[in-house]
């Protein structure tokens, strides 16, 4: 009963660490895309 407890918990563990991977690759994508807008922005009022 302990070891199936164990096994959840990775379990758990793993989804977690996935979805924070997810988030961050998100939320690199989209500071890339920001960055590339604002140097967008600059070309265009120099």
């Keep these: 009963m302990d070891n199936f ?3 959840v918990d990775i ?3 793993i989804i977690f660490s996935n979805s924070f991977i997810a988030i ?3 939320a690199f ?4 895309s920001i ?3 604002l140097k ?3 070309e265009v009022s120099d």
């Design 40 to 42: 967008m922005l600059n």
């Design 11 to 13: 379990g758990k563990l």
């Design 35 to 37: 960055l590339i807008a």
């Design 24 to 26: 961050l690759i998100i």
């Design 29 to 32: 994508f989209i500071a890339k």
């Design 5 to 7: 407890g164990n096994v």
